[in-house]
């Protein structure tokens, strides 16, 4: 379907059609979007990491990229029920592929903190992550978090990249 509607643009844009095609690219942007979500839910359902085994992969990539790495609370997470481990893995990945891919950062910490109603991450690196906001920062944490009426703020755009995820614990 995509590149019949892909080939149909091109068509439109070749007859100087704009107007239609612009239509039909943003019928495209919202299918794969919406492919883009079914495909993490799906992925979420097949995996159900606990954080543990996610921490182990994500400490082994940092340290293979040459990144120092501290975390504290661990406890505070492995705490958490199965389900909800599982998402904050994913999140956490996220994060992780984040720094890879955008920054060169040679130092990153994670602390994890709760209260009685949410699970708290806190994230900081050492570089410059973000010029300024447009809405559209980290994007896919912010759709693994609606599900959890979680939440993501950037604390700080400039040295340090401190990032905070809110996530409400339902027991």
Do not use: W
């Not at 359902?45 to 400490?59: C, M, N, P, Y």
């Not at 991450?121 to 959890?148: T, W």
């Amino acid at each position: 379907m995509l590149t019949i509607k892909a080939d149909l643009v091109q068509t439109l844009l070749g007859r100087g059609e704009v107007v239609k095609a612009q239509e039909e690219v943003a019928d495209l942007q919202t299918i794969t979007k919406h492919a883009m979500q079914n495909v993490r839910q799906i992925v979420g359902s097949l995996k159900d990491h606990q954080i543990a085994q996610e921490l182990v992969v994500i400490r082994k990539m940092l340290e293979l990229a040459g990144v120092d790495f501290h975390i504290e609370g661990e406890s505070v997470v492995k705490a958490l029920p199965t389900d909800l481990q599982s998402k904050t893995a994913m999140i956490l990945r996220e994060l992780v592929n984040n720094l890879m891919k955008h920054s060169q950062a040679k130092k990153c910490s994670l602390r994890f903190n709760r209260d009685q109603n949410h699970v708290y991450l806190f994230y900081h690196d050492d570089v410059l992550g973000f010029s300024d906001l447009d809405g559209q920062e980290l994007h896919s944490i912010k759709e693994r978090l609606i599900p959890l009426q979680g939440q993501v703020r950037i604390t700080s755009l400039s040295k340090p990249t401190e990032i905070i995820v809110s996530i409400p614990i339902k027991e």
